[in-house]
């Protein structure tokens, strides 16, 4: 039988956008987001045929791992800080979905002393103290995990967690920083516009234009916008590709804003509410 399901697939090729492959940035999203994806779906599937079959709530805790290199891009890591989004918005849908059948989803974000933080600039942050406690062993997150599975978390679903050393974090949803409106609909001049790959492949030749034109000794004028959607924030039980994309795009020029902004470059992304053919 099938009651806990723990997604932590992963690994890193890390670049800047200016310097990623394709293949770069395919394999990281396909190891991290597909590598979630596919045991979710079988794993969920089993969930409700056994609700089904028995007429009543099964036991069934399903827990993703994403990293904090999402909440505010990286722009070292557009891809894996891509993935990492969309397996949280992935997650969240699948809470809401599997609600009804008695299994909880939830996302931690751990910050621990493993393969993949011994490495580059982040070796010196985790590298294990000579005395004193140990911050980043990665046994301070295992508790996290190990209580999620249990029956006294049964009332816990969709909540994202930042765990480490003492402390554990639960991270609220996104809110609105400011609201703006129009007495009437919005034009170029009072607002002064495929997802995840087809935003990827543009993006990365336009700031590699950008920095070469920036090389002349002055700032370059580059607006780059990307186009998300809500499904992102909140999860999407029927959109879970969608809104893992949606994710991944944010998460994607969050780094890029950081890494173009000594260029002159700015980069934001926009959720429209708008009658359109989708």
Same mark, same amino acid.
């Given at each position: 039988?099938?009651?806990?399901?723990?997604?932590?697939?992963?690994?890193?090729?890390?670049?800047? !956008? +200016?310097?990623?492959? %394709?293949?770069? &940035? @395919?394999?990281?999203?396909?190891? =991290?987001?597909?590598?979630? /994806? #596919?045991?979710?779906?079988?794993?969920?599937?089993?969930?409700?045929?056994?609700?089904?079959?028995?007429?009543?709530?099964?036991?069934?805790?399903?827990?993703?791992?994403?990293?904090?290199?999402?909440?505010?891009?990286?722009?070292?890591?557009?891809?894996?800080?891509?993935?990492?989004?969309?397996?949280?918005?992935?997650?969240?849908?699948?809470?809401?979905?599997?609600?009804?059948?008695?299994?909880?989803?939830?996302?931690?974000?751990?910050?621990?002393?493993?393969?993949?933080?011994?490495?580059?600039?982040?070796?010196? !942050? +985790?590298?294990?103290? %000579?005395?004193? &406690? @140990?911050?980043?062993?990665?046994? =301070?997150?295992?508790?996290? /995990? #190990?209580?999620?599975?249990?029956?006294?978390?049964?009332?816990?679903?969709?909540?994202?967690?930042?765990?480490?050393?003492?402390?554990?974090?639960?991270?609220?949803?996104?809110?609105?920083?400011?609201?703006?409106?129009?007495?009437?609909?919005?034009?170029?001049?009072?607002?002064?516009?495929?997802?995840?790959?087809?935003?990827?492949?543009?993006?990365?030749?336009?700031?590699?234009?950008?920095?070469?034109?920036?090389?002349?000794?002055?700032?370059?004028?580059?607006?780059?916008?990307?186009?998300?959607?809500?499904?992102?924030? +909140?999860?999407?039980?029927?959109?879970?590709?969608?809104?893992?994309?949606?994710?991944?795009?944010?998460?994607?020029?969050?780094?890029?804003?950081?890494?173009?902004?000594?260029?002159?470059?700015?980069?934001?992304?926009?959720?429209?509410?708008?009658?359109?053919?989708?």
């Amino acid at each position: 039988d099938l009651h806990i399901l723990v997604n932590n697939a992963g690994f890193t090729r890390d670049a800047t !956008i +200016f310097n990623i492959g %394709e293949e770069e &940035f @395919d394999s990281v999203v396909r190891v =991290h987001l597909k590598g979630h /994806f #596919a045991p979710s779906k079988f794993a969920c599937i089993h969930w409700r045929e056994q609700a089904k079959a028995s007429g009543k709530p099964v036991y069934g805790r399903l827990l993703s791992t994403a990293s904090e290199a999402f909440l505010f891009g990286n722009p070292g890591q557009p891809n894996y800080a891509a993935a990492k989004a969309g397996i949280t918005a992935f997650t969240m849908g699948i809470a809401q979905l599997m609600q009804k059948y008695g299994v909880t989803a939830n996302v931690v974000m751990p910050r621990a002393r493993t393969r993949m933080t011994m490495q580059g600039p982040n070796l010196a !942050i +985790f590298k294990q103290p %000579e005395s004193g &406690f @140990d911050t980043f062993a990665p046994e =301070h997150v295992l508790s996290l /995990f #190990a209580w999620l599975c249990t029956p006294r978390a049964t009332r816990v679903s969709g909540q994202l967690f930042i765990v480490w050393g003492r402390e554990i974090k639960v991270i609220g949803r996104p809110e609105p920083k400011q609201v703006f409106h129009t007495d009437d609909a919005w034009t170029v001049d009072s607002v002064v516009r495929v997802h995840l790959k087809g935003h990827f492949a543009p993006s990365k030749f336009a700031c590699i234009h950008w920095r070469e034109r920036a090389k002349s000794g002055r700032p370059v004028y580059g607006r780059l916008l990307s186009t998300a959607s809500e499904a992102f924030l +909140f999860g999407n039980p029927g959109q879970p590709n969608y809104a893992a994309a949606k994710a991944g795009i944010t998460a994607f020029t969050m780094g890029i804003a950081q890494l173009m902004q000594k260029y002159g470059v700015t980069a934001n992304v926009v959720m429209p509410r708008a009658r359109t053919r989708m």
